[in-house]
């Protein structure tokens, strides 16, 4: 083979391949924008002002939820604290003792 030609054909490559890269990177002429279509026209409901003449309508205020105390007078009330106290158990170790 040839060093001429081998030099020919990469010298050869190498101008297609740069012919295509600034065909791929060339600009590309801006889109013409499309027209927005018309809008219809639509009628419009023109709503009176209140007249002096109607009352305002109050707002009721916020409903005021009482504190559940169920928990507190549990806990505060020693004689029933008695009544459902439960022993706690002596649980004895199993490695405890000769073994």
């Known amino acids: 083979m040839n ?3 081998h ?7 190498l101008v297609l391949l740069l012919a295509g890269l600034l065909t791929a990177c060339g600009a590309t002429p ?4 499309e027209p927005r279509p018309e809008p219809e026209k639509v009628e419009v409901a023109v709503v ?3 007249t002096p003449h109607t ?9 005021i939820i009482a504190p559940d ?3 507190v007078n549990c806990h505060t009330n020693p004689e029933q604290l008695i009544a459902t106290a439960k022993e706690e158990e002596v649980v ?4 405890e003792g000769e073994g």
């Open 55 to 63: 009352p305002a309508t109050p707002t009721p205020p916020p409903a």
């Open 69 to 71: 105390d169920g928990c």
């Open 3 to 5: 060093p001429r030609s």
């Open 7 to 13: 030099t020919f054909k990469i010298a050869v490559a």
């Open 48 to 50: 009176p002002p209140p």
């Open 30 to 33: 801006p889109a013409k924008p």
């Open 92 to 95: 004895e170790s199993l490695n």
